[in-house]
């Protein structure tokens, strides 16, 4: 059965990636650990990272989460697909990170959504000329998967991009680094961040007692 509601939502997704498809990859906490914590376990999930990162609105998450209910072996299908693509981004990234090449085989499974998502590509009017856009198409369950796919052969196309991968040892998300001299080390300061600072002042602190 599909849940039909995201009213009461408990788990806010971060968005510290750079870019929508490694924003995708960090739905996995702890990923780095031999206790993950996996932040999408059902195709609602998808459905409600799509609307915290505005890839949907109310009214769509709420359209796509009832067309699920009606359709519930496409949306386990659409769901299955995402979670492959996922994997398969966060593979093939963490390897630029570590200055290897992506795998063949993460490649093609980026290679196999590219076709379906720039089939609803458009160009759309704009206050600077035209843009980029994708077709509204409601009862589209993996909508929220074309910007993903699109924004992930953009990141291996881009040539010099440094992608990092967070220090913290249980973390290994990822993020496009865009600090001055690359020297960002945390997925994000309130979290690893600060679990690092800590860590470094307790030792310090054990080592002078």
Known sequence: MVRVDFVDATYAFEFIGGSVCLDLANTVGSRASDEQNEHLKEYADLV?????????????????LAEAARRPAAAKRTFAEAIALREAIFRAFSARAHGEKPAAADVE???????????HLELAASDEGFVWRFRDEDDALDCMLWPVA????????????KFGVCEQETCAWLFLDTSKNHSRRWCTMKDCGNRAKAKRFYKRRKASS
């Open 109 to 119: 499974r980026i290679n196999a959504a590219l076709p379906r998502a720039l089939a």
């Open 150 to 161: 699109r924004s992930a052969a953009d990141l291996l196309l881009g040539g010099p991009a």
């Open 48 to 64: 409600e990272w799509a609307r915290q990162g505005s890839l949907a609105t109310d009214a769509h998450a709420r359209h796509l």
